[in-house]
C-alpha cells in the first residue's frame, strides 16, 4: 500500500511538472511572459489595451506623414508660382524696351503662357484632394482659407487649402503690356505679397505638424516600452525556470521508476 501511495505522489507531481515545464517552453519559444489569459489575466487585459493605443498612434503617424506631403506638395506649387511671377515681373520690364510692335507682341505672349501657367495651378491636386480654394478675392485672410481636418489620437488638427485666386487674380491681361507696365508692376508686387503670406501660413503648418509628429512617435516608443514591460520575457529568469522543471520531471521519473520496481518485487515474495 506505501509504494502504491507513493506512486501515486510521484505520477501527481510528475504531471504537475510536465505542465510547467510546457508552459516554460511555451514562453521561451514565443518570447512572451503572457501567451493565454491564464498566464496573467490583469497583464492581459491592460496590454490588449496598450496594443489598441499602439495601433491607433500608428494610424495617427501615418495620417500626420500624409499631411506633411501635402504641405510638401502645396509648398513646392507656392514655390513655382514664384518663379512664374518674377518671370511674368521680368517680362513687363523688357516689354517697357521693346522697339516696335512684333517685339511687343512676342513679350505679351510670353506673359500670357506665363498668366496660363499660374491659373492652371489653381486646379492642383494631392492624392486627389484640391490643395487651393478661390474665393475671387484679391486679399489673403484666414476667412478665406479653407481647411482639411486630420484625424490623430485625442485632437485634430488641420491643413489649409491656400487661397491662391488671391495671386493669381491680381494678374491681368498682357493686352498694352510696355504701356500698363507700371500698373502690373503694383499688381505683380501685391501677388507677391499674398503669395509670401500663403507661403508663410504654409511653413508655420508645417512645423506644427512636424511637433506633433515627433509626440506621436514619442509616445509611440512609451507604448510599446509600457506594453514590453507587461508582456515580454525574462529569457534568464525563464531559463531558471525551466532547467528546475526538467531537473524535477527526471527526478519524478526516476523515483517513480522505482516504487514500480519496488511493487512488482513484493509481487514476486507473494507468488
Known amino acids: 500500500m506505501f509504494n502504491v501511495t507513493s506512486a501515486t505522489g510521484i505520477a501527481y ?12 517552453l511555451q514562453r521561451l519559444s514565443t518570447m512572451q511572459r503572457i501567451n493565454s489569459g491564464a498566464d496573467d489575466p490583469g497583464g492581459l ?3 490588449m489595451k496598450l496594443g ?9 503617424i501615418s495620417n500626420m506623414s500624409n499631411a506633411k506631403s501635402y504641405l510638401e506638395t502645396q509648398d513646392g506649387v507656392l514655390g513655382t508660382a514664384a518663379n512664374v511671377l518674377a518671370a511674368m515681373s521680368a517680362t513687363s520690364i523688357k516689354a517697357l524696351g521693346a522697339a516696335d510692335t512684333t517685339t511687343q507682341a512676342l513679350y505679351e505672349l510670353e506673359f500670357s503662357g506665363y498668366k496660363q501657367q499660374l491659373d492652371g495651378m489653381l486646379q492642383e491636386t494631392f492624392n486627389g484632394q484640391a490643395m487651393f480654394s ?7 485672410t484666414s476667412a478665406t482659407a479653407a481647411t482639411l481636418t ?3 489620437t485625442g485632437q485634430t488638427m488641420s ?10 487674380n491680381l494678374v491681368g ?23 509670401a503670406s500663403l507661403r508663410a501660413t504654409n511653413g508655420s503648418e508645417q512645423n506644427r505638424m512636424g511637433f506633433a509628429s515627433d509626440l506621436l512617435e514619442v509616445n509611440k516608443t512609451n507604448l510599446e516600452a ?15 525556470s525551466y532547467s528546475k522543471y526538467k531537473f524535477l520531471e527526471e527526478s519524478n521519473l526516476a523515483l517513480l521508476a522505482q516504487a514500480n520496481a519496488r511493487s512488482e518485487k513484493l509481487l514476486k515474495l507473494l507468488e
Open 45 to 47: 487585459a491592460v496590454s
Open 150 to 152: 486630420i484625424s490623430l
Open 52 to 60: 489598441v493605443q499602439i495601433r491607433q498612434t500608428e494610424a495617427a
Open 13 to 24: 507531481q510528475l504531471g504537475q511538472n510536465n505542465k510547467n515545464l510546457q508552459r516554460s
Open 159 to 168: 491643413v489649409s487649402q491656400l487661397d491662391l485666386s488671391s495671386v493669381t
Open 226 to 240: 509600457a506594453n514590453s514591460r507587461i508582456i515580454d520575457l525574462d529569457v534568464a529568469t525563464e531559463m531558471v
Open 134 to 140: 478661390t474665393d475671387g478675392d484679391n486679399v489673403v
Open 173 to 195: 491681361s498682357a493686352s498694352g503690356l510696355g504701356a500698363t507696365s507700371g500698373t502690373i508692376a503694383a499688381n505683380l508686387a501685391t501677388a507677391l505679397d499674398n503669395l
